[in-house]
T-cell receptor
Framework: SQTIHQWPATLVQPVGSPLSLECTVE??????LYWYRQAAGRGLQLLFY??????ISSEVPQNLSASRPQDRQFILSSKKLLLSDSGFYLC?????????????FGSGTRLTVV | QKEVEQDPGPLSVPEGAIVSLNCTYS??????FMWYRQYSRKGPELLMY????GNKEDGRFTAQVDKSSKYISLFIRDSQPSDSATYLC???????????FGEGTQLTVNP
């Protein structure tokens, strides 16, 4: 069966520090991968999505970047965090073709920038 | 105007009540409709999935889609405190296309 792993679960970082959040998927090949951010009490904001290795689409211009170095690995990064980067970050995957069953989300990373 | 509108609540009901959660949308191309449940500090999990119009029932949960009105609903019968969560609707036009999410409705079921 397919599983998605996201870590760390909680992170407290000072302003100006770098960020690296990692997400991996098991049990499927060539998944579509997504990074979302969710502010407290708010909806999901799509940050990046990827349909293949090295293929990244950005939805919102900001202080963050994403990379997909391997088929089932998706990384969210920042060189210098801002206070406004605080939030709940979620990784998700979906099947690339043939049948659509929505997204499967990871357990999330709660980032607090201080 | 957002493509998907969902009342954020919060909604508070007594245990045993029937809960109705709703979303409206503007894109007539949407044909895949989903409801996700998100507990506090957790990732959303898929609760119900419906293709095109009609009803789908799963235990205490019923999902309805009315494409003519561009309106979808999730009904929870005999609500339980464990149903307390944020419920997000989501929809897409074609298989494999990206989902468009509502803002989510925060539900609290009081014992």
């Amino acid at each position: 069966s397919q599983t998605i792993h996201q870590w760390p679960a909680t992170l407290v970082q000072p302003v100006g520090s770098p960020l690296s959040l990692e997400c991996t998927v098991e049990g499927t090949s060539n998944p579509n991968l997504y990074w979302y951010r969710q502010a407290a009490g708010r909806g999901l904001q799509l940050l990046f999505y990827s349909v293949g290795i090295g293929q990244i689409s950005s939805e919102v211009p900001q202080n963050l970047s994403a990379s997909r170095p391997q088929d089932r690995q998706f990384i969210l990064s920042s060189k210098k965090l801002l206070l406004s980067d605080s939030g709940f970050y979620l990784c998700a995957w979906s099947a690339p073709t043939g049948g659509f069953y929505g997204y499967t989300f990871g357990s999330g990373t709660r980032l607090t920038v201080v | 105007q957002k493509e998907v509108e969902q009342d954020p609540g919060p909604l508070s009901v007594p245990e045993g009540a029937i809960v109705s959660l709703n979303c409206t949308y503007s894109n007539s191309a949407f044909q895949y409709f989903m409801w996700y449940r998100q507990y506090s500090r957790k990732g959303p999990e898929l609760l119900m999935y419906t293709y095109s119009s009609g009803n789908k029932e799963d235990g205490r949960f019923t999902a309805q889609v009315d494409k003519s009105s561009k309106y979808i609903s999730l009904f929870i019968r005999d609500s339980q405190p464990s149903d307390s969560a944020t419920y997000l609707c989501a929809m897409s036009g074609t298989s494999g296309s990206r989902l468009t999410f509502g803002e989510g409705t925060q539900l609290t079921v009081n014992p």
